[in-house]
């Protein structure tokens, strides 16, 4: 088709009226062309790789945003991509690892000015560039639905850094859910993220793992954690703090993962003080970091007073069984430990350690501790003694003609069908109609798990099937 013919008005009666002048940016911008141009295309797109499809238009939009989308790349020069234009009414658009580039995005981003459907947006891995991320950041402007965008492995470095802090300092955008993971951010970066988000109120749950912060990076994101009121949940995994960066990066959240940064004892002494005076923070991932018996002990004394910790992940960490003693003790010596969970799943636990955790969750009935296993006592052994828990609690339900369901909801004062995974665990090992150990609890939990840190009754029905009723041997 000859690109420069006249597009042809939709309707006659009107009268015709001379279009403002644009600029570039302004025509991405501009509404949808008359609907008879896009028929015009539809060979040629048809002939593409992409195998689109140009359907009823009142099938999908009325507002015109799947013509939007082809013009825009007809502007752009870049071939549409089938997935989103079959997927534009949907509340999630995966278009990760789709080599969009920068007009590729840009026709994406043109599309999605007035969309009002979708609410997570994946980006990662697109090469989205200088020009690619100013796009999306205008449309940010206008677009009030968008909730959650990831954009990491886009190698965005100091220029991405720069564009994204000078959107997050207006406060503008309905974006409460940030992926940055893996775009060579260093220290220069940080400073800059870290300046806009001191003011920022709106990101709660931001990624920052797999870049390139230093000590210096550690320190502004303490510095700007110390100002921020809004940020949540915080994963700065996989970068390059040592000892200072991990002093000051639990005020305030409630989720932080500092996995695989290697900051060993001298980091976890700081953040042993860090959670004797933090009352926010819920979830610690610290695997990874180097973390011997003496980093655990100035852990532990922490642990000791802190009221509001649930989740503390110690994986891969070179500390042995003694180190573990010196963590479930801490939680016994604290009467307001909120304590749930523990993984130190590399430590090998004697017989004796059991003996101390069942102390332990006596005071504790919702803690859960994941080792590795117990010396001396083999996994054949375990496992002939080991029963499915949904077999006895069926065994039950039948002889007191109840449901499976009917059971799990008696152990919830509120009757209803979920539960929080700690109140969960408590309950049952509280119990005293369907005898179950600690093993037998977590399998539980693993079945009914809702992925949001409780456990839904309603998944007992599947886990309660015929096939699942039977021990282990």
């Known amino acids: 088709m000859d690109n420069d013919e006249p597009l042809e008005p939709e309707t006659k009666d009107e009268p015709e009226t001379e279009p403002a002048p644009q600029n570039s940016d302004e025509t991405l911008y501009c509404e949808a062309e008359a609907s008879g141009a896009v028929e015009k295309e539809k060979a040629a797109w048809e002939s593409s790789e992409t195998d689109l499809e140009i359907e009823d238009t009142e099938k ?270 801490s939680i016994k010596r604290n009467p307001k430990s909120k304590m749930e969970e523990i993984d130190i799943s590399n430590v090998l636990v004697s017989e004796q350690f059991l003996k101390i955790l069942d102390g332990v969750c006596a005071i504790h009935p919702q803690l859960d501790v994941i080792y590795k296993s117990v010396q001396g006592f083999s996994a054949k052994k375990a496992l002939l003694q080991w029963t499915n828990p949904m077999k006895l609690i069926q065994s039950y339900a039948d002889q007191h003609r109840i449901t499976v369901v009917d059971f799990f909801r008696s152990l919830n004062p509120k009757g209803m069908m979920t539960m929080p995974v700690g109140d969960f665990r408590k309950a049952m090992v509280q119990q005293d109609k369907v005898p179950v150990d600690l093993y037998q609890v977590r399998e539980l939990v693993k079945k009914l798990d809702d992925k949001r840190g409780g456990v839904n009754f309603s998944h007992g029905l599947l886990a309660a099937g015929p096939d699942s009723g039977d021990t282990v041997g």
């Open 60 to 329: 999908f939009f009325t507002t015109g945003q799947r013509e939007l989308y082809l013009e825009a790349c007809k502007l752009m020069g870049v071939v549409p991509v089938s997935y989103f234009l079959r997927n534009m009414e949907e509340s999630y658009v995966n278009l990760n690892h789709h080599g969009l580039g920068p007009n590729g995005t840009k026709a994406v981003a043109t599309a999605l000015v007035s969309n009002t459907s979708v609410v997570t947006l994946e980006l990662a891995d697109n090469c989205l560039m200088e020009e690619g991320l100013l796009s999306l950041v205008e449309m940010l402007q206008e677009n009030y639905y968008l909730q959650e965008m990831n954009i990491s492995d886009n190698d965005l470095g100091l220029k991405g850094a720069r564009i994204i802090s000078e959107f997050l300092q207006r406060n503008t955008s309905s974006l409460w859910n940030l992926q940055l993971s893996g775009n060579n951010f260093r220290d220069e970066s940080a400073e800059l993220l870290c300046q806009a988000l001191s003011a920022n109120y709106q990101i709660k749950t931001l990624d920052l793992s797999h870049n390139q912060f230093s000590d210096k990076g550690g320190e502004h994101v303490g510095q700007m954690l110390a100002l921020n009121i809004g940020l949540q949940s915080l994963d700065l995994s996989w970068n390059h703090f040592c000892i200072r960066g991990a002093v000051a990066l639990c005020n305030g959240l409630w989720k932080l993962d500092l996995s695989m940064n290697g900051f060993g004892n001298e980091g976890a002494t700081a953040l042993g003080e860090v959670l004797r005076l933090n009352n926010s923070l819920v979830y610690l991932d610290i695997s990874s970091n180097g973390i011997s018996n003496d980093g655990v002990s100035k852990i532990s004394k922490g642990l000791e007073v802190n009221e509001s910790l649930k989740v503390l992940k110690l994986f891969l960490n070179p500390m042995s069984m003694d180190g573990a003693v010196l963590l479930i003790l």
